[in-house]
């Protein structure tokens, strides 16, 4: 088969043609700040700072393709959400205009406003710049844009007042075409709709809630020529069905979905699919020897399935080490990783840090959230919002703490408490809600319950 460029690599595998090997995905975002020196905050306000890492990663990490910016929050600021800049990781929301606002009193939203100039000018100069690239452009999903401008209260009001929150969405939906259309322009060749608050829904919310709406958008953008793809981190499990019922040309997904599993339905559906090296156990904090062990673990849940793309779980951490990286490409190779399965040694070791007795401390309830990192994971970001709320009323009597998978103590703390997907909530060391957040009244009620246990 003929050599062909990492973009047209790209494509075929959205199109699920024959290709000469899987193309590789690095999804780049405030790393990129990282690899220039510059911090996060810095970083998403520079154009020429972006295409000049994305040249860096597409030269350092043999990629075929690569993100232009991934943030979640443009669309939210130009809508009037407040947010907090942080110097390694994206900016989160912290104002919900529509916790109390109403859906007409927004600002009027266009790619002219914020920081969207600075995003398409990226994509714009990239392309220039990266002329065998897949550039993928990132729009904010409508049900996790939605969630930023309401808040934890989405959950509450898809019960309430399920036509309000499908206004919203609507709304959320049309910007979201309209900004896939602005990265299409400026030379994006695929738009990925990264939705992961659609993790915390069920099934039955998911055809209510995000299916017309990001098939709205999937099909806006087949009729302009791109591709797309839908990105959920996340155990999305029980939504991978309907996910691949979509109108997207690619799913792609992370450590806490089975790459096997999406194989399997991806097949059936005709669609492309990616993931899931593991980000922050393997990518973050392990060595390269881990990095390899991890690609073939990727290869050997895929087997010889057209459509596939090897890709990170979601947003490389700011401070993922280079050489890390830089391991992957040679994989692609199926000879290196027949070297790799049989010489490779992994150097993983997990201290397992010793469990409060939470039965004898009686004078206070604990509740252990897991998370990948609140300040830049949408779910775990909203699941500590409900948490604290939730246990706000019952003051000193409960004590908070958030456990951030992206350290070694945060993954000790996971494995001590036999946690396996994250955001999770752990009450007085048990499990009690994987991966889905709670409404207000079921985890008060919870936590009421452990006090009550304890005569509190």
Known sequence: ????????????????????????????????????????????????????????????????????????????????????????????????????????????????????????????????????????????????????LLGSEIFVQMFDDPERVQAIIDHCAHIACTCAAAYLAAGADVVAVVDPMTSQVSPKHFKTFVSPYENRIFDAIRAQGGRSSLFV?????????????????????????????????????????????????????????????????????????????????CDLPYHTPEANLETVAPLLDPYQREVARVTAKSTLSVQLPPLPDYKAQRDAVTVDVITLDSAACAPCQYMMNAVHAAVAPFGSKVRVHEHKVKTPEGIGMMCALKVSNIPTICIDGEVRFVSLIPDHATLAGAVREALAAKGL
């Open 233 to 313: 981190c996340g155990d999305a499990t029980r939504n991978l069905a309907n996910m691949l019922a979509t109108s997207c040309d690619n799913v792609s997904i992370d450590e806490n979905v089975s790459l096997a599993k999406l194989r399997e339905l991806a097949q059936a559906a005709g669609k492309s699919f990616g993931g899931n090296l593991k980000l922050t156990v393997v990518l973050l904090l392990g060595k390269p020897e881990d990095v390899k062990l991890d690609v073939v673990r990727c290869f050997d849940e895929v087997g010889d399935a057209p459509g596939f793309v090897l890709a990170p779980g």
């Open 1 to 148: 088969m003929p050599s062909i460029s990492g973009r047209q690599l790209v494509l075929d595998a959205f199109a699920r043609k024959p290709v000469p090997r899987a193309p590789w995905v690095p999804f780049v975002g405030v790393h990129g700040g990282k690899m220039l020196g510059l911090a996060a905050d810095e970083y998403l306000r520079k154009p020429d700072a972006i295409v000049e890492a994305l040249v860096l990663a597409r030269k350092k990490y043999q990629a075929d393709g690569l993100p232009v910016v991934f943030d979640l929050q443009i669309e939210a600021e130009i809508l009037g959400c407040h947010l907090h800049w942080a110097k390694d990781v994206p900016p989160s929301v912290i104002s919900h205009p529509l916790a109390k606002g109403q859906l007409a009193d927004l600002p009027a939203f266009s790619v002219d406003k914020g920081r969207m100039p600075l995003a398409l000018e990226a994509t714009r100069k990239a392309r220039q710049a990266l002329p065998d690239t897949a550039l993928y452009g990132l729009i904010c999903g409508p049900f996790t844009l939605a969630s930023h």
